[in-house]
């Protein structure tokens, strides 16, 4: 099968997990014709290389990229992409290795890719792999409380089926533009394991370019599985420490000035409410991530934002707009943890 406007990689970034991995490969279809596939090994231990080695033999188009330690999900993607020389009429599709692919998925690709009239990144329909009527995401949108969460998820699949605009892709399963990647950079390796991919998003939402969400490319996920085994304190710790840095990254100063006063009424109120409830985790990740953003990586927070002035290119009130005020989804959040007794996210570990 051959691709229009070049789909030249299918990129895999693999640690320590071959079994999802191998059912990852198995799930591409036809002989591994185009495009290569290429296997980022992530510092995995030398049987998980062998294994590797013997599921690839055979086959030309699939290659293996090693990276001598694990440099989490932007330093392993980033080690790969800069030994590449884009060009612009190339995408790149980014794959986890706990996903498998829907069996119509190259036609759907081959669609997808013959009605782009400029560079863009695409989300796929990323589907509960172990309860197929329900979503994992479909792409990312930010809240004014500067948060970038996913769309969709743990709603019917049958609710998906429109294409629209969203504020980037899950990296998980998205197309990336070669030539955003040149213009607007990798990702940033200030992440780890965890929202780079809703930080690139955005990058490229302000840089002017369009994130688009299409149903057609189908994409089951295993949620979750290729970070299980970091999901403590201190993973979730970063996660909201990124989602400080993201928005004061990034964000124009106007949209700040707006969103500030409801963010501090916010975080006093969910202060109260923890403190009346007792989630004392919460309560130390919220605090611990506001004071190592403010004082500890505040020259990092500065330096970023001044670098990322270059292409924050859209103007401030079309960023506000295609924000979603942060109440109503609290408001749900509220509801199911004190009538479903349901608990945080950080509250999980």
Not at 76 to 97: C, M, T
Not at 144 to 170: D, M, T
Request: proline share 3%; aromatic share 16%.
């Amino acid at each position: 099968m051959v691709f229009p406007i070049k789909c030249s990689k299918i990129v895999i970034l693999n640690y320590n997990g071959f079994n999802d991995l191998q059912e990852c490969i198995k799930s591409i279809p036809g002989s591994f014709v185009h495009p290569e596939i290429v296997i980022i090994d992530n510092g995995s231990s030398g049987s998980e290389i062998q294994k590797i080695n013997e599921l690839i033999k055979g086959y030309d188009n699939i290659t293996l990229f090693k990276n001598n330690k694990n440099l989490g999900f932007a330093g392993g993607y980033n080690a790969y992409f800069k030994s590449l020389p884009f060009e612009d009429d190339e995408y790149i599709f980014l794959l986890n290795n706990d996903t498998a692919l829907d069996i119509n998925f190259f036609n759907s690709i081959e669609s997808c890719l013959s009605g782009i009239k400029e560079p863009s990144v695409v989300s796929c329909k990323m589907v509960n792999y172990w309860d197929r009527k329900f979503m994992d995401n479909a792409g990312h949108k930010m809240l004014s409380s500067g948060e970038i969460i996913p769309i969709g998820h743990a709603k019917p699949v049958e609710s998906y089926k429109i294409p629209f605009e969203n504020i980037g892709a899950c990296a998980g399963a998205a197309l990336y533009s070669a030539k955003i990647l040149k213009d607007i950079g990798l990702f940033d390796e200030y992440f780890d394991t965890g929202y780079e991919d809703a930080e690139f998003g955005l990058r490229a939402f302000i840089a002017g370019y369009k994130c688009v969400f299409n149903p057609d490319m189908i994409v089951f996920h295993k949620m979750g599985q290729s970070i299980k085994e970091i999901f403590n304190y201190e993973y979730t710790l970063k996660i909201q420490t990124n989602i400080f840095y993201t928005c004061l990254k990034l964000v124009h100063w106007q949209v700040l000035a707006i969103n500030i006063i409801p963010f501090i009424l916010r975080f006093f109120v969910i202060t109260i409410i923890d403190l009346i409830f007792w989630r004392p985790r919460y309560l130390k990740v919220q605090y611990h991530a506001l004071f190592t953003i403010l004082f500890k990586d505040l020259k990092k927070v500065l330096d970023a934002r001044k670098e990322s002035k270059r292409f924050r290119r859209i103007p401030w009130w079309k960023l506000l707009m295609k924000q979603e005020f942060f109440l109503k989804r609290d408001i749900i959040n509220f509801y199911r943890f004190i009538l479903k007794g349901e608990k945080s996210y950080f509250e999980k570990y």
